[in-house]
C-alpha cells in the first residue's frame, strides 16, 4: 500500500510573493511545484553530498600528511594505505555530519 498523504504544512506570502510563485511554479500548481520543492531540500542532493564527502577525505589525508612529514618525515607506503582507508571508511559519516551542523546554523542566521 502506497503511503498516504496526511500532513500539511501552510505559509502566508504577500500578493508580491504569491504572483512570483505562481510565475515559477508554471506549469504545475503551486502546491505540487512547492511540494516538490519542499521534499527535495529536505535531503542534500548525491552529487552534493559525495563530493563533500571526497573532500572531507581529501582534507584528512592532507592534514595527516602534512603532521606527519612535519613530525616524522615521509610516511611509509603502509601507513599512506591505511591514512587513505580510514578517510574513505569516515567520509560519508563525516559529510552528513557537516550537513547536520550546516542546516540550523544556516537557519539561525535567516531570524
Given at each position: ?5 496526511s ?10 510573493e ?24 529536505a ?19 592532507v ?49
Amino acid at each position: 500500500m502506497a503511503n498516504r498523504r496526511s500532513k500539511s504544512i501552510s505559509t502566508k506570502v504577500t500578493e508580491a510573493e504569491y504572483d512570483a510563485i505562481v510565475r515559477r511554479a508554471d506549469p504545475q500548481t503551486v502546491s505540487a511545484w512547492a511540494r516538490g520543492i519542499l521534499v527535495r531540500t529536505a535531503q542534500p542532493e548525491p552529487m552534493q553530498f559525495l563530493l563533500l564527502a571526497e573532500l572531507l577525505a581529501l582534507r584528512t589525508i592532507v592534514l595527516n600528511l602534512n603532521f606527519a612529514l612535519a613530525s616524522s618525515g615521509p610516511p611509509s607506503a603502509e601507513a599512506m594505505h591505511s591514512l587513505i582507508d580510514r578517510a574513505d571508511h569516515d567520509k560519508l559519516n563525516k559529510a552528513a555530519e557537516r550537513i547536520d551542523k550546516l542546516i540550523p546554523a544556516i537557519d539561525s542566521t535567516r531570524r
